[in-house]
């Protein structure tokens, strides 16, 4: 999962549920869900999500909506395997990255 967010030091809702293209009720929902989603809230109540929090949506995106995890199983699996399931993530990200450049290449080559 490629998320197109352009470097900021916060993150309105919307724009986060536009790069997941998700609702911004699955947003709020798994905020609710996982404590290491932790935005900062404006005086006016709206969501600022950091940086961390995005890394952090990548990986939940990940195990629930590529991987197949149940909620409770993406919990569990972030809590007792906190290290190893962001390495993994990480190392398939960059895989994602390079098989995106051999595509490009390759295509022209065509």
């Known amino acids: 999962m490629h998320v ?8 309105k809702i919307g724009e986060v549920a536009k790069a997941f293209d998700v609702n911004t009720s699955l947003i709020r929902f798994w905020e609710s869900e996982f404590d290491v989603i932790k935005p900062k809230k404006n005086a006016k109540g709206n969501r600022l999500f950091t940086p961390q929090d995005i890394a952090n949506f990548k990986l939940i995106y990940n195990l629930v909506k590529e991987r197949g995890f149940t909620l409770e199983g993406a919990k569990n699996q972030l ?4 290290e190893k399931t962001i390495k993994n993530h990480e190392i398939i990200s960059r895989l994602e990255g390079v098989k995106a450049a051999l595509l490009k290449i390759k295509n022209q080559l065509e």
């Open 4 to 11: 197109d967010l352009p470097e900021k030091r916060y993150y």
């Open 79 to 82: 809590k007792q395997h906190p």
